[in-house]
């Protein structure tokens, strides 16, 4: 069962991409502005595109094995107790990604950190990391959904606030082949979760 948790989160972090770019999407198409997003969609694919081009050049075509993968987790925060990380490498059916995550706990709060490598299954997953650069918003009486700039170059996503759960969400793509998701309960805003990515090495990822 362990296992077969951690060779779905590839796809749990796909489809959490997909739900917030469609809430986000649906909102801009509301007031006239899905063409202005669509030529962001469309930058950012071209630049996941490149990015892909330039690692084949070079040979690079393969994700990274979990447990360097799970070097680039936060080791602590503040106030929090960490576990120990997990992750898997998985390959199936001519692609091949690798996962990492770790959970923090504090009373009854939780933050998990999940992130991945699909530079082995670059086709599966670049839409969802085109996606997350389409800079979309939106904001309702349940949710608040934004998109996320943390001043590193090759670095996108969105943010999600859930009001009445008092949930925080943070989902990000980096250089055309990482996407991490840091998710935590009982917060006030995203102050946290965008604490947490910030002590990730984003600018080390978005360069490979």
């Known amino acids: 069962m362990k296992t077969l948790v951690f060779a779905l989160l590839g796809t749990a972090l796909l489809t959490t991409a997909c739900e917030q770019a469609q809430k986000a999407k649906e909102s801009y198409s509301a007031i006239s502005k899905l063409k202005e997003a669509g030529e962001k969609l469309e930058t950012s694919m071209e630049e996941v595109k490149t990015q892909r081009e330039d690692r084949v050049k070079r040979g690079d075509t393969l994700s990274l094995p979990y447990k360097d993968l799970q070097a680039y987790l936060p080791a602590e925060i503040s106030g929090y107790t960490a576990a120990n990380p997990s992750g898997q490498s998985t390959k199936m059916s001519g692609i091949a990604f690798s996962t990492a995550a770790r959970d923090f ?32 918003e939106s904001e309702n009486d349940e949710e608040l959904v934004k998109s996320t700039d943390l001043g590193v170059k090759g670095v996108s996503g969105m943010e999600t606030y859930r009001k009445k759960d008092r949930q925080a969400e943070l989902m990000l793509a980096m250089g055309g082949r990482f996407m991490v998701k840091i998710t935590a309960d009982q917060q006030p805003d995203l102050q946290l979760v965008e604490s947490v990515a910030k002590q990730i090495d984003l600018e080390k990822l978005a360069e490979m």
């Open 105 to 136: 706990t504090k009373d009854n709060s939780t933050v998990k950190v999940e992130l991945m490598d699909y530079n082995g299954a670059h086709q599966l997953y670049q839409g969802a990391a085109g996606l997350l650069g389409m800079g979309l």
